[in-house]
């Protein structure tokens, strides 16, 4: 696939790079992600984001649908079209909510969110505003329901998601890989609310 990202992938070579080529085509459908190529100029970078990346996943206090849902909330607001991908792709692999998922995009327009999923993506959006917008009403109510070490635990998962994404936009790393195509899912609702977001992967 020919890149457009903003730095060059670099080739990724010697042993280390064998090692995590293998690990990525093991995981992602046989495909060596583009992200990958562009983070090898700087292995130092790479590895603290595959490690923090590691840690956030293991987390448990808040549910893996909702954080799914936050995390593909702040990719469609930012532009992320492979972050979406992705995540769709991962959802999938989990075993999550797929109908829900592939929503994310339409989430204000889609009638299949409960309450407080709808909550969790709002404060997904209002903490990836710049100002964040975060109101004192939405955490009370999310406080209500997830309890504190959820809440605590999804808002760093939306921060680390910002993270992500503001990384591969900036970096040019925006187009889908194609992941969530490639294991026969559905295509993503295109989003229609803001200007500038990701389109459908």
Not at 62 to 76: G, I, P, R, T, W
Not at 80 to 102: S, V
Not at 172 to 177: A, L, T
Request: charged share 20%; aromatic share 6%.
């Amino acid at each position: 696939m020919a890149s457009n990202t903003r730095i060059p992938p670099a080739e990724i070579t010697g042993i280390k790079g064998a090692l995590i080529k293998r690990i990525a085509k093991k995981n992602l459908m046989g495909r060596v992600p583009t992200p990958l190529g562009v983070y090898w100029h700087n292995t130092k970078v790479l590895k603290a984001s595959f490690a923090l990346g590691n840690k956030v996943q293991k987390w448990d206090a808040c549910d893996e649908n909702l954080k799914s849902f936050a995390h593909m909330a702040v990719a469609s607001l930012i532009g992320c079209a492979w972050c979406l991908d992705f995540n769709y792709y991962r959802a999938h692999n989990e075993n999550l909510d797929l109908k829900k998922a592939r929503a994310v995009p339409r989430w204000r327009e889609s009638d299949v969110f409960t309450p407080l999923e709808r909550d969790v993506m709002a404060y997904a959006e209002a903490m990836s505003q710049t100002p964040p917008t975060v109101t004192d009403q939405l955490s009370a109510r999310l406080l209500e329901q997830l309890g504190a070490a959820a809440l605590v635990e999804l808002t760093a998962v939306i921060a680390f998601a910002n993270f992500t994404t503001r990384v591969n936009v900036a970096l040019g790393i925006h187009e889908s890989d194609g992941l969530a195509e490639a294991c026969g899912l559905k295509p993503l609702a295109v989003p229609t609310a803001q200007p500038g977001v990701a389109s459908a992967s």
